[in-house]
């Protein structure tokens, strides 16, 4: 019952009932009371009647007093409370505004909602221009936030979530966003429990949320290009592969890395170089569509993520796009850049089912799409894993192959063709495999060049040359000795053109007995550490020469740059002339133009009489090739020399 009467009665009603029955009581008391005593003290009913009359009035004037007591303590208690209240109010609004927030009152019921002046600050309004109402709020929120709001609001009324908190944009009056965190409680609910109002902040969480997502554009895309980076190119393509699971598509990978961008780097500087990415970048992103994705791996390595394309025929004309605009010549300031691509193509699932594997299978595929001569596509096959994996193994075995003594000197001679004698010789490396005979080094001289171990083995080579000529600067004073310089040994960190001036020093030998042979590519870097490298050898007495001269960029511009003994004429060349041939007249070419540069020429190649013959009637210094000896070990280079020369002088 009492329960019941909880429920049923308010406080105020309980106020005016106590007042009723107070005032019915003493009604009750004063009429039964007073009547019983006026009639044991008066017998006359004049007198009863006239002292009944006052007693009205005095009951009138008294319960008059009464009342005017009860209502007046009533209502001073109930103005006390709401002093109270809004004092209280007063303090949790200053308290809340004084944190920089705005605060909303909601009235659930009548969707009226109050916004504090520090509220209309925060977004530009000026007061009262908002609606009170929760609908017009609503208008302000942004299109895709305003389905999370929603949902964050009845979650919290309904019981769902403990707390209401909701994070969203709001529009400014000057039409900008303003991220938004809400947070707001229940202070009012009816008999049934039901929420009649609610009260909360505003707080402008922008700064934040622009700091959030500073951190994460940094963490998922690459800073120089834009592109998405490799953590979001693994995240992007194992939910491609998802998806591909469930429709049954094909996901195609494409895995690029730019020819020769490494020069490019080095002669020009990176800053050039970086803006050649950020060009590169762009191409390739318009060669895709927005669905695809183009990131960067790193370095000069790009991929490609091309969804729901079923057609091999589309595959290869987005390929063969990619290469067509990447050949076309990029003007980045003064310079012209020319570079191409080598393109590694894998799909799923033919070709893997893992992102970890399809990514190294499209590497794989790159891989030999440069081996095959570079600026095209390449798709993977089964056999490029077997070839992956014996290049592993040759790597391996690569490493230990210094320090278990497996490599070997042979020397080439290098022949006079006016006298026939023998003043020099090419100094070629071999490999003695222990279980695979003698490996060709066009097979380990890439895999040494790539990995780095070509300074290591260079300076293996030299040093065994250098202690071989103490031997032989006996019999043998005026022997030249080329030694190639691979241009990974010239960019090394590792001054070993210092180390071998000094091991000449060390053994008391001449410069003047040393070729540095270099490729034409490392003409095109003109570094600093290039070209004092270089002038070292030369201080030191040691010759330079053009290996390989013809395949590769050198230019007149850059024989006149660079002080060059000798060029050799490559045997792509030398090894079909005939007479009036064209390979014959770019020989005659090569040669008058060395002479008038003041250079000598061997070539390279020479295998027949014919050829002999040609290329010492065209004036050509010196002949290398199998009609004079392939290369051999120093007891039979040593028999060569003895068989060929008695006396000569140094050339």
């Not at 970086?274 to 991929?303: I, P, Q």
Request: hydrophobic share 40%.
């Amino acid at each position: 019952m009492n329960q019941f009467f909880r429920k049923r009665i308010s406080k105020l009603d309980l106020i005016v009932l106590r007042i009723v029955c107070i005032y019915l009581a003493f009604g009750l008391i004063w009429i039964f009371g007073t009547d019983s005593a006026l009639f044991s003290l008066i017998s006359s009913y004049e007198e009863f009647s006239i002292l009944n009359t006052y007693k009205g009035v005095a009951f009138i004037f008294i319960t008059a007093l009464l009342l005017y007591s009860l209502v007046r303590r009533t209502l001073k208690q109930q103005q006390s409370i709401e002093q109270s209240l809004q004092a209280s109010e007063e303090r949790w609004k200053f308290a809340l505004e004084g944190s920089g927030d705005g605060v909303w009152d909601w009235d659930l019921p009548s969707d009226h909602v109050y916004r504090s002046p520090r509220w209309s600050q925060i977004y530009g309004y000026a007061e009262n221009e908002i609606a009170p109402t929760a609908a017009a709020g609503r208008q302000l929120v942004h299109p895709n936030d305003l389905a999370i709001l929603i949902s964050d609001v009845q979650n919290y009324l309904s019981g769902n979530s403990d707390v209401y908190i909701s994070e969203f944009r709001l529009r400014c009056k000057d039409g900008s966003w303003k991220w938004t965190l809400a947070r707001g409680m229940t202070v009012s609910r009816s008999a049934d429990g039901k929420p009649l109002r609610m009260i909360g902040t505003h707080s402008d969480i922008t700064n934040r949320k622009t700091s959030e997502a500073q951190v994460t554009h940094l963490a998922h895309y690459d800073q120089l290009t834009g592109l998405p980076n490799r953590v979001l190119f693994l995240d992007r393509f194992k939910q491609d592969i998802k998806k591909a699971q469930r429709t049954g598509q094909i996901v195609t990978l494409m895995f690029l890395d730019l020819d020769k961008f490494k020069e490019v780097n080095d002669s020009l500087g990176h800053d050039i170089g970086d803006m050649l990415l950020k060009d590169v970048a762009r191409r390739l992103e318009s060669c895709v569509r927005e669905s695809d994705t183009v990131a960067r791996m790193g370095g000069d390595e790009f991929t490609i993520i091309l969804n729901d394309i079923n057609s091999q025929v589309n595959i290869e004309r987005i390929a063969q796009d990619i290469l067509n605009q990447l050949t076309t010549p990029f003007h980045l300031g003064d310079e012209v850049i020319h570079v191409s691509t080598s393109i590694g193509i894998s799909n799923y699932p033919k070709d893997g089912t893992e992102v970890e594997l399809l990514l190294k299978n499209a590497d794989q595929a790159m891989y030999v799409a440069k081996e095959q001569g570079r600026n095209r596509y390449q798709y993977f096959t089964p056999m490029m894993q077997e070839e992956a994996l014996k290049r592993m193994r040759l790597i391996s075995d690569l490493w230990g192959a210094l320090n278990d003594n497996q490599f070997r000197v042979y020397y080439q001679p290098i022949v006079e063709l006016a006298t026939g004698a023998i003043f020099k010789a090419e100094a070629l490396i071999r490999w003695q495999h222990p279980t695979r005979g003698l490996v060709s080094p066009n097979d380990f001289i890439p895999v040494a060049e790539d990995t780095g171990l070509i300074v290591d083995i260079g300076d293996w080579l030299f040093n065994e040359v250098a202690n071989q000529m103490t031997k032989w600067k006996q019999h043998y004073p005026n022997l030249q000795i080329s030694v190639n310089k691979s241009p990974v040994q010239f960019r090394s960190v590792h001054d070993n053109c210092s180390n071998w001036i000094e091991r000449l020093e060390q053994l008391g030998l001449s410069g003047e007995n040393f070729i540095v042979e270099i490729t034409e590519g490392l003409l095109l870097d003109a570094r600093d550490s290039v070209v004092s490298q270089l002038n070292a050898f030369r201080e030191a007495g040691m010759k330079i020469a053009i290996d390989d001269f013809g395949t590769g960029y050198s230019s007149l511009a850059y024989l006149r740059k660079f002080d060059i003994d000798f060029v050799k004429i490559d045997r792509s060349f030398t090894s079909n002339i005939i007479p009036n041939s064209s390979d014959m007249v770019l020989c005659e070419a090569i040669i008058e133009m060395s002479h008038k540069l003041g250079m000598k020429v061997i070539a390279e190649g020479v295998e027949t009489d014919q050829q002999r013959d040609l290329l010492r009637n065209a004036d050509c210094d010196f002949g290398q090739g199998y009609l004079y000896s392939k290369p051999v070990t120093v007891d039979q280079f040593e028999q060569l020399l003895n068989a060929t020369q008695t006396n000569f002088t140094l050339n």
